[in-house]
């Protein structure tokens, strides 16, 4: 893990329109998280069951704790993104296929924090303001889970195509 090559790889135009997309969508919810605020529900579902029945509850506060987690998160993975060569690949990485697996990978974690930025931000806004909903849809769970497990699929499907 430690001998990978350690190369700068180059921000495509999509690299940069995923991270002016995590931007964005961080400061959107920030602000919509802010505005909202006080119209929210003073007590809103915070857990829920295997079944997707609420069995907690919690003080509006919450959202701005996930907020402040989401915007840490953020920082952290794009600071980890900046050092590829220390990632964990499927494939044995060599000068040849370093640019591209480098590549790929570190777009793999742009999606990854626009995913956690976007299910970070709005499920508990969406949560609390149905916050009559006696239950968490299975469809949003599946929505989340394919959010992410869908690019993951995709993002080894290419590291094996280019190794």
């Known amino acids: 893990m430690y001998n990978q090559p350690k190369i700068?790889?180059?921000?495509?135009?999509?690299?940069?329109?995923?991270?002016?997309?995590?931007?964005v969508a961080l400061i959107t919810l920030w602000i919509v998280l802010i505005?909202?605020?006080?119209?929210?529900?003073?007590?809103?579902?915070?857990?829920?069951?295997i079944k997707g029945e609420v069995d907690g509850y919690g003080s509006k506060s919450t959202l701005i704790v996930l907020q402040i987690v989401s915007t840490v998160m953020t920082i952290g993975l794009t600071l980890l993104n900046r050092f590829p060569h220390i990632f964990n690949y499927p494939f044995q990485i060599t000068e040849q296929n370093a640019v591209v697996q480098y590549r790929l990978a570190t777009r793999f974690m742009r999606f990854l924090t626009l995913i956690l930025v976007l299910i970070f931000g709005i499920s508990p806004l969406e949560i609390s303001y149905s916050s009559s909903m006696d239950?968490?849809?299975a469809y949003w769970l599946v929505v989340i889970l394919g959010a992410i497990f869908i690019p993951l699929g995709i993002y080894f499907y290419l590291a094996w195509k280019n190794k």
């Open 8 to 23: 700068k790889v180059p921000l495509t135009l999509m690299d940069k329109l995923l991270e002016m997309a995590i931007i």
């Open 35 to 49: 505005t909202n605020y006080s119209s929210l529900p003073d007590t809103i579902p915070v857990h829920y069951t």
């Open 135 to 137: 239950s968490f849809s």
